[in-house]
């Protein structure tokens, strides 16, 4: 009997033993007693597991009630591993921390880690407790594009859609072929910028789904063709961007369209 449900259900079934997170104490609990008392003979592929995994809901908090909440779920899930293990069944591959808990919680490395945002240069934790070392990231990811139009409008002519931004003084408009289907969030209308030359210019009027318009000034040094970074390298970084919006660095980073190319550069 064994021998046949083994070979039914491999891998598939044992892929993960433990998958539950955020505030399901009872059910890591539950879950590990059940799996525990199945009466699975030790023998059987079924009774090893690819790994086991918890997430965290708040292991990127300093708060010391957030700490206390996140050390309890590492708790529960040392618990749950440990009944496992007294049942002769192989939990695999360990592992429960996240970005946050890289950072803030060592005890819950375990087998491995689970880094998300850290691996693009940004730590979100501000208030680091004095007696965990810092980890010192660096932001990687550029969002670039070029000048594909440069057009010279009149004062109190408006742009873009809504006419949510009238030019103060006669000026050029460059157009950026990117917009919010590319990533760049519509809520970043008339309070962003792009990098051209070395120099910021506030991207005016409403973001549009494939394109963005920059206001370059009476006597722009500015030419078709021509790089705009968006965020990251020498602009500002995604982080910044998302606090501009509302949101989280990890939201920005990963809503860059597919469409967008992507280039590795090595160090």
């Known amino acids: 009997m064994a021998e046949s449900i ?16 955020a505030s399901l104490f009872s059910t890591i609990r539950s879950m590990s007693a059940s799996v ?103 932001p990687v990811m550029e969002l670039k594009t070029i000048v594909t139009l440069i057009k010279k409008i009149k004062k109190d002519e408006p742009v873009s859609y809504g006419r949510t931004w009238k030019a103060p003084q ?10 919010y289907a590319d990533g760049l969030p519509r809520l970043a209308s008339n309070k962003w910028q792009a990098l051209i030359n070395g120099k910021s210019y506030p991207i005016v009027g409403r973001i549009c789904m494939d394109l963005c318009c920059v206001d370059l000034g009476p006597e722009p040094d500015v030419q078709r063709w021509s790089e705009a970074v968006i965020f990251g390298g020498q602009a500002k970084s995604a982080a910044d961007l998302a606090a501009v919006t509302g949101t989280i660095p990890y939201e920005i980073t990963c809503n860059i369209n597919k469409r967008v190319p992507r280039i590795t550069v090595t160090a």
């Open 6 to 21: 083994s070979d039914r259900w491999r891998p598939r079934e044992t892929r993960r033993l433990i998958t539950a997170g």
């Open 36 to 138: 525990a008392g199945c009466g699975m003979p030790s023998q059987s592929p079924m009774s090893a597991a690819a790994s086991a995994q918890i997430h965290f809901a708040v292991s990127d908090s300093a708060d010391e009630q957030d700490i206390a909440y996140t050390q309890e779920q590492v708790t529960r899930f040392k618990e749950a591993i440990g009944t496992l293990s007294s049942a002769s069944i192989n939990p695999g591959i360990v592992h429960a921390a996240n970005s946050g808990a890289i950072l803030l919680h060592p005890d819950s490395w375990f087998d491995m880690v689970r880094p998300g945002i850290l691996l693009y240069g940004y730590n979100t934790i501000h208030d680091i407790p004095s007696d965990i070392e810092p980890v010192h990231v660096k």
């Open 170 to 179: 006669d000026t050029y408009i460059a157009i950026l072929p990117l917009g």
